[in-house]
């Protein structure tokens, strides 16, 4: 590497960190899903902060709410990438939960799930294409499923936008 062009300590590692991962595209990813639910949350995003910011409604009073900002609904699921064998939070619209609930359905959880997300189109235009595996992969053997409060809360008091 390059540890001899720094004088001090050494960079810090994120190996460990797990990242808020949108798909994009329409290349489909792949994903075993470790979360038993899909973990939602609603977000505003102040476009004159370029900032995206949580919304308090549902523990109290909500400025941006009484602002009359329009709130998003996000969903998460802790999933480990098929290939890569990384982990991230999976974030994706109410459009795309609402069709991976309905593929789920009958399940009494999600964790261990294969599941196969692409865009219909590059962009904010493309709706979510969801496909899910008949096959499961056996809980125990997976990472333990995470929350992705704390990584959430780091981006949303960063001033970068994250949708
Ligand atoms: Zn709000």
């Known amino acids: 590497m390059f540890e001899h062009l720094i004088e001090g300590p050494a960079l810090p590692t994120n190996s460990k960190r797990t990242w808020i991962h949108r ?3 329409t290349v489909v990813e792949k994903f075993i899903v470790l979360s038993p639910k899909i973990m939602s949350t609603a977000v505003h995003y102040l476009a004159r902060l370029k900032r995206t910011v949580e919304c308090k409604q549902a523990t109290g009073f ?3 709410c009484h602002e009359m900002v329009e709130a998003k609904w996000k969903g998460y699921l ?3 990438k098929v290939g890569t064998n990384e982990e991230v939070f ?3 619209t109410a459009d795309g939960c609402m069709k991976l609930g309905q593929l789920t359905a009958d399940r009494q959880t999600l964790r261990g ?3 196969e997300v692409s865009k219909t189109s590059g962009g ?3 709706r979510y294409k969801i496909d ?3 096959r499961t992969i056996e809980a125990q053997t997976l990472p333990e499923a995470r929350e992705p409060w704390e990584t959430l809360r780091r981006l949303w008091s960063m001033k970068l936008p994250i949708s």
Do not use: D, P, Y
Request: aromatic share 4%; with cysteine.
């Open 62 to 64: 909500c400025t941006h």
């Open 23 to 25: 798909v994009k595209t």
């Open 90 to 92: 999976l974030e994706m």
């Open 132 to 134: 899910v595996k008949e």
């Open 124 to 126: 904010a235009r493309g």
């Open 113 to 115: 799930s294969w599941i």
């Open 78 to 80: 802790h999933c480990v």
